[in-house]
């Protein structure tokens, strides 16, 4: 017959097994001004900052959802747009990375266009094919979809994005849209994509709890960096 301290460590590993959550690293890149700081606070904790200052090295946050029961846990590392920020910290960023998020600014067609060097900079890293990549187009609040010059074109992006196995997004980390937008053009109404931020946590969820194969942590990161921050209102976690 088993002892009650048999039973106790089996209970325990039943119910260390039924708690056990996956945490996926999350790269975010993009240049400088895109938004990527005020995107992963509001993904993290629903809300946009007050104020912001250029991010050096790597500010980390953490998203916890739950799908089909299962807890996953997103560490979003937002790094640093500019390349004096950055440089000393690219080969930690690109460590163990599970899944990336390409960010733009859809009123800045010269942060689109860099995204080529983003995309580079990931070969560059030896980052697979197999890892999930986001296009994020950022600001959408900011956009006259009346007018076509000094904006990104959404067909443009989405071209983008299929060309380089990209799941496409467009939204606000300052008003987030709520549903889908039309505008009167010609006699009619043509949609107008704006996604809903939580969209991009869901899509970003399900594919990578989907994303069997790669070795997910159970424990979250717990190094450190030594970086020297300038951002005394940024803590290192945010959670929520
Ligand atoms: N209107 C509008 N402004 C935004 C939005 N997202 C960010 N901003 C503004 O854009 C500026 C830059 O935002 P950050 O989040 O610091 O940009 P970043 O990409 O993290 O910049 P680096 O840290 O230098 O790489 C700030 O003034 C934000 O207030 C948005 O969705 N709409």
């Known amino acids: 017959m088993e002892s009650s301290l048999e039973l106790s460590n089996s209970m325990s590993s039943v119910s260390s097994l039924l708690n056990r959550s996956r945490t996926f690293k999350v790269l975010v890149i993009g240049d400088s001004g895109v938004g990527k700081t005020c ?9 946009f900052p007050s104020r912001v200052e250029a991010t050096i090295g790597v500010d980390f946050r953490e998203k916890v ?5 299962e807890k996953i846990k997103l560490q979003l590392w937002d790094t640093a747009g500019q390349e004096r920020f950055r440089k000393s910290m690219v080969q930690h960023y690109y460590r163990n990375v599970h899944a990336v998020l390409f960010i733009y600014d859809v009123t800045r067609p010269a942060s689109f266009s860099g995204l080529t060097a983003w995309v580079e900079e990931c070969r560059q890293n030896s980052l697979g094919q197999d890892i999930p990549r986001f296009l994020v187009g950022n600001k959408s609040d900011l956009r006259d979809p009346h007018r076509t010059e000094g904006q990104v074109n959404q067909d443009l992006a989405t071209g983008f994005a299929k060309a380089n196995g990209m799941l496409f997004f467009e939204t606000s980390a300052k ?10 053009q010609g006699g009619g109404e043509v949609p107008y994509q704006q996604d809903k931020l939580e969209d991009i946590v869901v899509a970003l969820g399900a594919k990578l709890k989907r994303q069997k194969k790669i070795s997910a942590n159970t ?8 970086v020297s921050r300038k951002r005394a209102e940024k803590e290192q976690w945010t959670c929520c």
């Open 219 to 226: 424990s979250p990161y717990t190094g450190s960096f030594n």
């Open 65 to 69: 959802m739950e799908i089909d029961g």
């Open 175 to 184: 008003n987030p849209p709520s549903k889908c937008v039309t505008v009167k």
């Open 39 to 47: 995107l992963t606070h509001r993904l993290c904790a629903g809300q």
